[in-house]
């Protein structure tokens, strides 16, 4: 009968360098400490597009577009007229109090 050799678990350092070689071959993450790294979740494909199709584009009347729509009736830009006075107030602060851009 033949006697048998013991046989030895491989070292840590030589199971990693395995562990480190099989994962550049098979083009898989490295990760010897098991951080939650998030490769998982990058890896998969994105799905924005599909999301993006799916709920209809939303459609913004500005009175520009409702004046050509309706050309008889007249429509007033609450958002064009503020901007308008702050720039119209900014005009004639002094000079003191003006912003400046750095």
Same mark, same amino acid.
């Given at each position: 009968?033949?006697?048998?050799?013991?046989?030895?678990?491989? +070292?840590?350092?030589?199971?990693?360098?395995?562990? @480190?070689?099989?994962?550049?071959?098979?083009?898989? #993450?490295?990760?010897?400490?098991?951080?939650? %790294?998030?490769?998982? #979740? %990058?890896?998969?494909?994105?799905?924005?597009?599909?999301? @993006?199709?799916?709920?209809?584009? @939303?459609?913004?009347?500005?009175?520009?577009?409702?004046?050509? %729509?309706?050309?008889?009736? +007249?429509?007033?830009?609450?958002?064009?007229?503020?901007?308008?006075?702050?720039?119209?107030?900014?005009?004639?602060?002094?000079?003191?109090? @003006? %912003?400046?851009?750095?």
């Amino acid at each position: 009968m033949p006697t048998k050799i013991p046989t030895y678990a491989p +070292s840590w350092h030589r199971m990693a360098t395995l562990n @480190k070689e099989r994962c550049i071959i098979f083009n898989q #993450i490295h990760n010897p400490t098991a951080l939650r %790294l998030g490769n998982k #979740i %990058l890896r998969m494909r994105l799905r924005a597009n599909e999301i @993006k199709d799916y709920y209809p584009p @939303k459609f913004q009347f500005t009175p520009r577009l409702m004046s050509r %729509l309706f050309p008889g009736f +007249s429509y007033e830009d609450e958002d064009r007229m503020w901007k308008e006075d702050m720039i119209e107030a900014y005009v004639f602060l002094p000079k003191d109090r @003006k %912003l400046t851009c750095a």
